[in-house]
Each structure stands twice: as structure tokens, then as C-alpha cells.
């Protein structure tokens, strides 16, 4: 089995059933969305039922554009640390529209907060201060647009949504790996809005 050239402290953890589950969904999507040829798809099946450790588990995924999504909880922990060193940007959007696009300075935390708004993030020419981004949202009648550039991942596993809210990811999976991690955060209700997309 080929290793990870990305050391992890977790790398020596012991793995079971669920995560074996999880590493097996990400490797049927990357199959699925072209990544992999059969011969690959299994072959690394096999290495992800062979696996002991997080650092197996990872090998089996590497250079895929998934592979991040694997330990969900390392991001979640990652992403507080590298948002120590800066300031996060704040935008209001009650009855108003924020926008930011073209050459941007992404920090490695945004806060929006919108009652009746609408805000529209491009990140596709952004420049990304950390590799991990904690986008969090407070949203009341909201519609929040995010433009993906072609290496830009994204999850929202930690955004909760009431009241007709919807999520729509239209982005599909990045077209290369190794960009920013963005990761929502926080709750949106009362028919708000996340549209999410590629150019």
C-alpha cells in the first residue's frame, strides 16, 4: 500500500467498520465522477478493507479531491487553529445585498449574518489565507449565493436548516485536487436559501 506523503498526528489511530463505510462512499463518488478506472476503483477497495489506521485509510483515498472528507473531525479541529492568527470578516446583509468577488483576501473565518438579505461569494480569483475556511452562517429569509473555483471543496455537514431552507450544491466535485477546504457552519431558516456552483 502506497503511503500518504502528508503526515497526520492521527495517522496511527486504529479504524473500524464506519470509517472503512466512509472511505468506501468517497471512493465509489470518485469512480463514479471519472477519478478512477475500474482497475484503481479496485485496488483501493482492497486497501481501504485492509486497513488498520487513519494513515492506511488516508493512503487509500490519496490524490483524490475527497480525500479531506474522510475525517471530518480533523477539519472541524483543524480550522480552529488556523483561524487563531486573524481577523474573520463580518457581513450583514439585513434588506441588503453583500457581494465580494474578483481579487479577493479570504481569512480563514467569514460570519454572515442576513434577515431578508442577500450575499454572493465568489471565491473562484480569491486569495485563501489558510487552507481550511470557516464559513458561518445566521440566516432568516436569506439567499446566499457561493461560486467554487475548480480546486475549491466544500461541506455542509454542519449547517442546520428549518423552515423550508434549502441547500443546493450545483458545484459537483472540484475538477483538481489540493485547493481551500470551505467549511459552512452555523443555521439557516425560515426559506433560506445556500446556492452553491462552478463557473
Keep these: ?7 497526520n498526528p492521527n495517522d496511527d489511530l486504529r479504524v473500524g467498520t464506519p470509517e472503512r463505510e466512509r472511505a468506501i462512499e468517497l471512493l ?11 482497475d484503481e476503483f479496485g485496488e483501493r477497495s482492497s486497501e481501504v478493507h485492509g486497513a488498520r489506521t487513519r494513515g492506511e485509510l488516508r493512503a487509500s ?13 480533523e477539519v472541524t479541529a483543524g480550522r480552529g487553529a488556523a483561524r ?8 450583514d446583509a439585513d434588506w441588503d445585498t453583500k457581494r465580494r468577488k474578483g481579487k479577493w483576501k479570504v481569512p480563514a473565518e467569514i460570519v454572515v449574518t442576513s434577515q431578508a438579505g442577500t450575499v454572493d461569494l465568489d471565491f473562484v480569483l ?10 458561518a452562517l445566521q440566516g432568516t429569509v436569506a439567499t446566499i449565493k457561493i461560486k467554487l473555483g475548480r480546486d475549491q471543496h466544500i461541506t455542509y455537514d454542519d449547517l442546520s436548516t428549518t423552515g423550508w431552507s434549502t441547500v443546493k450544491d450545483k ?13 459552512m457552519t452555523g443555521h439557516i431558516g425560515a426559506a433560506s436559501s445556500v446556492v452553491i456552483k462552478r463557473p
Excluded: H, W
Design 1 to 7: 500500500m502506497s503511503g500518504n506523503p502528508e503526515s
Design 171 to 183: 458545484a459537483g466535485p472540484p475538477v483538481r485536487p489540493g485547493g481551500p477546504m470551505i467549511v
Design 84 to 91: 487563531a492568527g486573524g481577523k474573520p470578516l463580518k457581513l
Design 28 to 38: 465509489n463518488g470518485a469512480f463514479a465522477n471519472g477519478y478512477l478506472d475500474v
Design 61 to 73: 483515498l490519496r490524490q483524490l479531491p475527497a480525500q479531506p472528507q474522510l475525517f471530518p473531525e
Design 126 to 135: 480569491a486569495d485563501f489565507t489558510a487552507p481550511v475556511v470557516e464559513l
